[in-house]
Nanobody, 116 residues
Framework: QVQLVESGGGLVQPGGSLRLSCAVS????????MGWYRQAPGKEREFLAA???????NYAESVKGRFTISRDNAKNTVSLRMNSLKPEDTAVYYCNKFLASARDYWGQGTQVTVSS
């Protein structure tokens, strides 16, 4: 059974921080590079960051230096630490395997709103 359950979103002021978590079914997590994505209203889903099984990471330019992705291979979870948040970071955030497409299963996501 495929499971992608994101949590940790909320309302935060500009410059604030949030930590998102995602519980992933073992069938996906154990064999895949994992990633975080987001979709803002009226925009397409955007790749943010990826973490390989060995721990290597890659980031989109828009979040490099502000966001940190990590994974816990024992707990099948992937996290995203977000610092220095900006209003333009407001979106629904999703986790999934790296290079997931619209045809793949997606979870509900978690809403992040950056506003004063």
């Amino acid at each position: 059974q495929v499971q992608l359950v994101e949590s940790g979103g909320g309302l935060v002021q500009p410059g604030g921080s949030l930590r998102l978590s995602c519980a992933v079914s073992a069938s996906i997590f154990s064999i895949n590079t994992m990633g975080w994505y987001r979709q803002a209203p009226g925009k397409e889903r955007e790749f943010l960051a990826a973490v390989w099984i060995g721990g290597s990471t890659n980031y989109a330019e828009s979040v490099k230096g502000r966001f940190t992705i990590s994974r816990d291979n024992a707990k099948n979870t992937v996290s995203l630490r977000m610092n220095s948040l900006k209003p333009e970071d407001t979106a629904v955030y999703y986790c999934n395997k790296f290079l997931a497409s619209a045809r793949d299963y997606w979870g509900q996501g978690t809403q992040v709103t950056v506003s004063s």
